[in-house]
């Protein structure tokens, strides 16, 4: 029960101008507490003049896009020349303590399959650390048990890691905030002990978030797991002609795979979209209720959950 609640806040919250649940270590490591010196790695020094300026977030900060501050190194003293740099950012910014490093974004290209992001997949961009930082977090996941999996995982050569954590008993295969935490944490420790090592960089940035629901649906093999849920399903009708056709549209259910021909079979859902405007609300007939729509893999090029507003 509390899954199936929770699955749904954070459906509706992704419906409403969240992309997805995010956590960074990072973030939480810089203003939860206002302590001068810490001996972990992945943490810095905060000058006395920032213990009674610390920034408090509340819980439900998690679910905003924030903009995690980057992971550094203690160091055993700040000179005076920090001290003053410190001093005139704060005079400056009326009290608000400004990033020490930017948080480097994802690109906000359409998603494709298998792009590290919204598609899913893995994508290392030639990091040559990239295979170690996938095994870390794959012998973390262990732990957590067989219902949870990658969804997507991005390095990035500025050293950045992005992990998408899939909770496959979810109706939206979204995870709780505190697994997504708890993963967070778990991971960035082993990446900083394996960093102390050399065996990846020592300052590596983490953000795990939820996959969203925006996320891309793989064909044939995301969909009985969704099939209960309309979707949207991008195609183009008819592949055999030489001519290019028009790419087409609609809200569909998945009424049946058929692996031997490798087609799919849709129903349309009762949405909005699919309705006459001129029916004033009135549900879809009898006629498009029954009616199917049978394309091969081939011909689909993007399906992604429904979206209502």
């Not at 501050?69 to 608000?96: K, M, P, V, W, Y």
């Not at 708890?182 to 978030?209: H, N, T, W």
Request: include cysteine; charged fraction near 30%; hydrophobic fraction near 30%.
């Amino acid at each position: 029960m509390r899954n199936s609640i929770a699955g749904r806040i954070c459906y509706f919250l992704q419906h409403n101008g969240l992309r997805k649940i995010r956590f960074s270590p990072t973030l939480s490591s810089h203003v939860h507490e206002p302590a001068t010196t810490y001996s972990e790695s992945g943490l810095c020094r905060i000058p006395d003049k920032f213990k009674n300026r610390c920034i408090s977030l509340k819980p439900t900060s998690y679910f905003a896009s924030v903009i995690p501050l980057r992971h550094f190194h203690a160091t055993s003293s700040i000179s005076e020349e920090t001290h003053q740099d410190s001093d005139d950012a704060i005079d400056n910014s009326s009290g608000e303590v400004e990033p020490i490093d930017s948080w480097e974004e994802e690109d906000e290209a359409e998603p494709e399959v298998g792009d590290g992001g919204d598609g899913g997949g893995i994508v290392l961009q030639n990091c040559t650390w990239g295979e170690r930082a996938l095994s870390i977090a794959q012998e973390v996941l262990l732990e957590f048990g067989e219902d949870f999996n990658l969804y997507a995982f991005k390095t990035s050569p500025r050293g950045y890691v992005y992990v998408r954590l899939d909770k496959l008993s979810n109706e939206f295969g979204c995870p709780l905030m505190d697994e997504i935490e708890s993963f967070s944490r778990q991971y960035k420790k082993k990446l900083d002990e394996i960093g102390a090592r050399g065996e990846i960089p020592d300052d590596v940035a983490l953000e795990v978030s939820s996959p969203g629901a925006d996320r891309l649906l793989k064909v044939p093999d995301d969909l009985s797991r969704f099939k209960d849920m309309p979707m949207v399903v991008s195609y183009i009708e008819d592949s055999s002609s030489n001519t290019q056709c028009p790419e087409k549209s609609g809200v569909y259910f998945l009424d049946s795979i058929e692996t031997e021909s490798r087609c799919c079979v849709w129903k349309l859902a009762d949405v909005r979209e699919n309705r006459d405007p001129s029916a004033k609300g009135r549900p879809l007939s009898r006629k498009q209720k029954d009616s199917r729509l049978k394309l091969p893999y081939n011909t689909i090029k993007q399906v992604s959950l429904y979206i209502s507003y």
